[in-house]
């Protein structure tokens, strides 16, 4: 009796009943099905034509390896299937198949039905990332997500991500989610968005769920604050998109291209969240998943507008079409920022973290906003003031091998050498970094200091510091040395094993130096 494949059924439904189902699959071009977090997820809600129809893979060809396998093949888009099924899920799937109109609707009511809980969501959440790894298109996934996430809660979508990573799905990969939690709030407009959000925070003061929210809009409010402070120059760079998007609208490249260069200016906001933000949330309270996707998104904004910078507006169009991207990409990080990471933030951190934070501000200028405009925290001062009186050195002597110093002395010492220093211990711990009270070129927020080393760089370079220490702590190498460009110079980071006098690995110093004054002398001579 020959068995059969209906094509109306899930990709999932049709491997659990026909395993070999997924060797054909795999050797016709579908590879993911081969891997077991997406066959759950995306295969769950995913059919034949509508894979091949996103692969660009004949489906006549499917259908003849199926039939050459011995299998006979029904429930071909615009047949009849001869596997009666239960009438709303076949229509739903063969809806999903043929792509009309009424029958994704169908689809979507099928999927909803899996989303009434937040394990469900997450599920949701899960097949959604496997579906844009596989090449379907952003739109379609963007509206499964506003009809099903609508109404969930930003701290449930973090959650669910953090879960996807620690599962194996690849960071870049729910970034690209990351890119559609603009639909949380949903509207066709940004004003739309934004007038739904404040209509959430407006049912949370007369007693709805967003508790957080709430005191988000208090603590933005409460001059000097952190969240004060980056919600005002979230503000400021959410109004230089707004420029740059009105010079693009209008066609002019060239005012465009000057809008830019002021909205580039953002690198400064983003190191404060990637120095004082994700980290704390990533070692401290568990969210490494959504820090590591903001972070990553913060990063390719940054990178990809320093490049248009440097390059001329082009005839081919290739500049303005990147220079929307951008643009759209920054205004969706305004909105991320104010509505899911803040409010994140403000859930977790604890009232000492957040006198840190204020501290470790003071290090960095501020980002389009006038210093006028940035007052001063009454508690945050108090607690700065009492770091400073515990800063005292007076009457404490370190004995060395080869001589005597006063910690103040020692401490005078290591300030005074012309390089940033930072040491790392053998356990990978941040222990010690100099500091001469002038504006370094990688910013130290005191934060950092007794965190792991990998916690304080964006997930795409954690992998090259791993790798350099690993190198420096199996001798392997003695140091490792990266030239690079900053503020115009030339600047060498050096990073040396540190060792006792038996050999034993004791921690990795790390030594920036700008080499300006180098090149400056040989190029008068």
């Known amino acids: 009796m020959p068995r059969t494949i209906d094509l109306s059924r899930t990709v999932h439904d049709l491997v659990a009943d026909n395993p070999e189902v997924a060797t054909i699959m795999r050797d016709l071009g579908f590879a993911d099905i081969a891997k077991p977090m997406a066959l759950e997820t995306v295969g769950r809600v995913m059919t034949i034509p509508r894979g091949a129809q996103?692969?660009?893979?004949?489906?006549?060809?499917?259908?003849?390896?199926?039939?050459?396998?011995?299998?006979?093949?029904?429930?071909?888009?615009?047949?009849?299937?001869?596997?009666?099924?239960?009438?709303?899920?076949?229509?739903?799937?063969?809806?999903?198949?043929?792509?009309?109109a009424d029958a994704s609707d169908a689809a979507d009511a099928s999927t909803a039905a899996a989303a009434t809980d937040e394990a469900g969501r997450a599920r949701l959440l899960s097949s959604y990332v496997s579906r844009l790894s596989a090449g379907e298109d952003l739109e379609s996934v963007r509206r499964e997500f506003v009809a099903n996430f609508s109404d969930v809660d930003a701290a449930e979508i973090a959650r669910a991500e953090q879960g996807l990573i620690e599962g194996g799905a690849k960071v870049e990969d729910v970034?690209?989610?990351?890119?559609?939690?603009?639909?949380?709030?949903?509207?066709?407009?940004?004003?739309?968005?934004?007038?739904?959000?404040?209509?959430?925070?407006?049912?949370?003061?007369?007693?709805?769920?967003g508790k957080d929210d709430f005191k988000t809009r208090v603590l933005a409010a409460l001059k000097g604050h952190p969240v004060n402070v980056l919600t005002l120059e979230n503000k400021a760079?959410?109004?230089?998109?707004?420029?740059?998007?009105?010079?693009?609208?209008?066609?002019?490249?060239?005012?465009?291209?000057?809008?830019?260069?002021?909205?580039?200016?953002?690198?400064?906001?983003?190191?404060?969240?990637?120095?004082l933000l994700y980290p704390v949330?990533?070692?401290?309270?568990?969210?490494?998943?959504?820090?590591?996707v903001m972070w990553g998104v913060d990063d390719?904004?940054?990178?990809?507008?320093?490049?248009?910078?440097?390059?001329?507006?082009?005839?081919?169009?290739?500049?303005?079409?990147?220079?929307?991207?951008?643009?759209?990409?920054?205004?969706?990080?305004?909105?991320?920022?104010a509505n899911i990471l803040l409010p994140l933030c403000v859930r977790c951190f604890t009232q000492q973290e957040w006198l840190q934070c204020y501290v470790d501000l003071r290090g960095y200028e501020p980002c389009m906003v006038d210093p006028s405009e940035l007052g001063r925290w009454g508690e945050g001062e108090?607690?700065?003031?009492?770091?400073?009186?515990?800063?005292?050195?007076?009457?404490?002597?370190?004995?060395?091998?080869?001589g005597t110093l006063s910690a103040a002395q020692l401490y005078a010492v290591l300030n005074t050498i012309p390089m940033e220093l930072t040491f790392v211990d053998e356990k990978n711990i941040n222990r010690y970094w100099n500091d001469d009270g002038s504006v370094k070129l990688f910013k130290r927020p005191a934060s950092a200091l007794g965190r792991e080393v990998w916690s304080c760089h964006p997930p795409k370079v954690e992998y090259m510091v791993r790798n350099v220490i690993d190198m420096l702590r199996s001798g392997q190498r003695d140091s490792?040395?990266?030239?690079?460009?900053?503020?115009?110079?030339?600047?060498?980071?050096?990073?040396?094993?540190?060792?006792?006098?038996?050999g034993a690995y004791l921690g990795t110093l790390e030594c920036v130096q700008p080499m300006g004054f180098a090149r400056d002398h040989f190029a008068e001579g």
């Open 175 to 209: 970034q690209r989610l990351c890119d559609v939690h603009s639909a949380l709030f949903h509207g066709a407009t940004r004003e739309e968005r934004v007038a739904n959000a404040e209509a959430a925070v407006m049912e949370s003061i007369a007693g709805g769920s």
């Open 382 to 402: 108090k607690f700065a003031a009492t770091l400073d009186a515990r800063a005292t050195l007076d009457g404490v002597d370190i004995a060395l091998p080869t």
């Open 237 to 275: 760079i959410a109004r230089q998109v707004a420029a740059a998007q009105q010079a693009l609208d209008a066609g002019d490249d060239a005012a465009a291209a000057r809008e830019l260069a002021l909205l580039a200016q953002v690198s400064g906001h983003y190191a404060k969240k990637g120095d």
């Open 480 to 502: 490792v040395d990266v030239w690079m460009q900053k503020k115009g110079e030339p600047v060498l980071v050096r990073y040396m094993a540190v060792r006792d006098r038996e």
């Open 281 to 292: 949330l990533k070692v401290r309270h568990g969210y490494s998943g959504p820090a590591d």
């Open 300 to 337: 390719e904004i940054r990178d990809e507008l320093r490049a248009l910078v440097a390059t001329r507006p082009d005839e081919r169009g290739s500049w303005h079409d990147r220079a929307v991207a951008v643009v759209r990409r920054a205004d969706e990080m305004c909105y991320k920022e």
């Open 54 to 100: 996103i692969k660009g893979i004949d489906l006549a060809s499917v259908v003849e390896a199926l039939e050459a396998a011995g299998f006979e093949v029904t429930g071909r888009p615009g047949a009849a299937s001869a596997s009666p099924a239960p009438t709303d899920e076949k229509d739903a799937a063969a809806g999903a198949a043929d792509g009309s």
